[in-house]
Nanobody, 120 residues
Framework: QVQLVESGGGLVQPGGSLRLSCAAS????????MGWYRQSPGKERELVAA???????EFADSVKGRFTISRDNAKNTVYLQMNSLKPEDTAVYYC??????????????WGQGTQVTVSS
């Protein structure tokens, strides 16, 4: 019903930057929450940054001051600008959205994930 398509991952050197994009499509009435999680081997999936309500964002402590999140509501797209990347930022990054799809139904949706590798 709803698809999230991510792009922008890749390999970058420490101190470098990457920008991730996630576009939502399908039977969308309203996107209530949207953002990014990440998961590295042996660790649980964790919140990186998200719009948790209109105009209100939440960030992991480890990325504050380095990552920014923005959105284009007309395109149902969210962006994650990652600066000053560190090796510990290496992970699979997943786009997440909580979407209202009908008058009485809302659900969680996840993208397929995009690999970010920070290494020299």
């Amino acid at each position: 019903q709803v698809q999230l398509v991510e792009s922008g991952g890749g390999l970058v050197q420490p101190g470098g930057s990457l920008r991730l994009s996630c576009a939502a499509s399908g039977s969308i009435i309203r996107i209530d929450r949207m953002g990014w999680y990440r998961q590295s081997p042996g660790k649980e999936r964790e919140l990186v940054a998200a719009f948790i309500s209109e105009g209100i964002t939440e960030f992991a402590d480890s990325v504050k001051g380095r990552f920014t999140i923005s959105r284009d509501n007309a395109k149902n797209t969210v962006y994650l600008q990652m600066n000053s990347l560190k090796p510990e930022d290496t992970a699979v990054y997943y786009c997440y959205a909580y979407v209202t799809i009908s008058r009485i139904s809302a659900d969680d949706y996840w993208g397929q994930g995009t690999q970010v590798t920070v290494s020299s």
